[in-house]
């Protein structure tokens, strides 16, 4: 009977601690799982973030996902999107900040935030970080 192959995309929050360990690296080697980055963004000193798709056979998908855990990385699947609720939207620029991926923007015209869903990789910052609540995770 073949072994059942799993593929899915989760995004990878690393703590400063971590940044600078080899752990996709181990995932292949240890686990025999093979991923794809779609998405990262990495600096010395601050949390990592990547986002990957993830495949191999189920046990070893399984102790892959409970190293990273051990480890200290927290894994979050890519089943749900960030969204703006454009009638809560002040346009304070607070989201902006802490954006690792250049999904918000603020012209410099107009001063309006854009949202850029396409460059979203769903790491939920500006959702803490706006204060009316305007960014929202939707399942």
Do not use: W
Request: hydrophobic residues 40%; glycine residues 6%; proline residues 6%.
């Amino acid at each position: 009977m073949a072994e059942k192959t799993v593929s899915k995309r989760v995004v990878l929050h690393f703590p400063h601690r971590l940044v600078d360990v080899p752990i996709v690296c181990r995932l292949v080697k240890d686990y025999d799982l093979d991923f794809n980055i779609l998405k990262a963004y990495v600096t010395p000193r601050e949390e990592g973030l990547v986002v990957l798709e993830l495949s191999g056979g189920k046990p070893n998908f399984k102790k892959g996902l409970e190293y990273l855990k051990k480890v200290g990385v927290r894994v979050q699947p890519l089943s749900q999107d960030v969204v703006r609720n454009d009638t809560r939207c002040t346009h304070c620029g607070a989201c902006v900040t802490v954006c690792p991926v250049g999904a918000l923007v603020l012209e410099p015209l107009t001063r309006k935030i854009h949202f850029y869903e396409n460059k979203c990789i769903a790491c939920e910052l500006c959702v803490k970080a706006c204060p009316t609540r305007a960014m929202e995770i939707r399942f």
